[in-house]
């Protein structure tokens, strides 16, 4: 995929997983009211760094990016694997 379809496909998603989990979580009490406080404070952060993100996705040519992502995978994979 092109790298800007390939990342807004990610974004959408981990969008998705993060939203169905978001209860389960509640439930459990994994994630309470500090928890969401915090998120709430960071979500200026989070502006940020998609901003820097989208920046680096346009300086970075497509051929440099599939070789990254398929880099990133393969140690993703040993690490599990070890």
Same mark, same amino acid.
């Given at each position: 995929? %092109? @790298?800007?379809? &390939? $990342? *807004?496909? *990610?974004?959408?998603?981990?969008?998705?997983? +993060? /939203?169905? @989990?978001? %209860?389960?979580?509640?439930?459990? =009490?994994?994630?309470?009211?500090?928890?969401? /406080? &915090?998120?709430? @404070?960071?979500? %200026?952060?989070?502006?940020? =760094?998609?901003? $820097?993100?989208?920046? &680096?996705? +346009?300086? $970075? %040519?497509?051929?440099?990016?599939? +070789?990254? $992502?398929?880099?990133?995978?393969?140690?993703? *994979?040993?690490?599990? &694997?070890?």
């Amino acid at each position: 995929l %092109p @790298k800007h379809e &390939l $990342i *807004g496909t *990610g974004v959408w998603f981990y969008l998705s997983v +993060n /939203l169905i @989990k978001f %209860p389960f979580y509640m439930s459990l =009490g994994i994630i309470d009211l500090d928890v969401l /406080l &915090l998120s709430v @404070k960071l979500i %200026p952060v989070i502006f940020i =760094g998609a901003f $820097i993100g989208l920046r &680096l996705l +346009n300086v $970075i %040519p497509q051929r440099v990016f599939s +070789n990254l $992502i398929l880099v990133f995978a393969a140690l993703g *994979g040993g690490y599990l &694997l070890f």
